[in-house]
């Protein structure tokens, strides 16, 4: 390969990455504009749903497309293979940590909803705190409470 066949390749790989960021931008707004048009986000709210896709779903697309632009221009240089098992291995790594920091909390109401279920019925009465109720339901993590008409939260740690 001599030099003039890595100019026109870098030059094609910034012109496929230019054209990629403006299909992008392209394909967001007509996303955004036919989820407003369809009143997407009207139905799921009416549908007591809490998404909001006005923001999400053309955000979406257009990172979809920059991130397809970007395998397009990698394959055109002849590196998407070792790119392609760094976003891997990046990605595999994010979605480990997200797990762990997910149920950093869960762990602990697990361990301690053993411990302290055996303490607790539901229909009996408890006060914690400032919480004063009888316990309406338990699962493995918390004891739902009814103050008056609110239902509260208690995570078994907090009981121990």
Request: avoid cysteine; proline fraction near 2%; charge should be positive.
């Amino acid at each position: 390969m001599n030099l003039n066949d890595i100019v026109l390749r870098i030059i094609i790989f910034v012109i496929i990455i230019l054209l990629g960021l403006v299909v992008g931008k392209v394909v967001s707004n007509l996303i955004k504009k036919g989820v407003k048009e369809l009143e997407i986000g009207r139905l799921l709210k009416k549908a007591d749903i809490k998404f909001n896709p006005n923001k999400f779903l053309p955000s979406l697309s257009k990172y979809v497309v920059y991130f397809l632009t970007i395998l397009i221009a990698l394959n055109f240089v002849g590196i998407t293979k070792i790119v392609f098992y760094v976003i891997v291995v990046v990605l595999g790594l994010v979605i480990i940590s997200y797990v762990l920091i997910s149920i950093k909390d869960l762990i602990p109401n697990f361990y301690y909803g053993f411990k302290v279920k055996k303490k607790y019925k539901v229909g009996k009465k408890i006060k914690y705190k400032n919480i004063k109720g009888e316990i309406i339901h338990m699962n493995s993590f918390e004891l739902q409470v009814k103050n008056g008409d609110e239902i509260i939260y208690i995570p078994y740690r907090l009981l121990k």
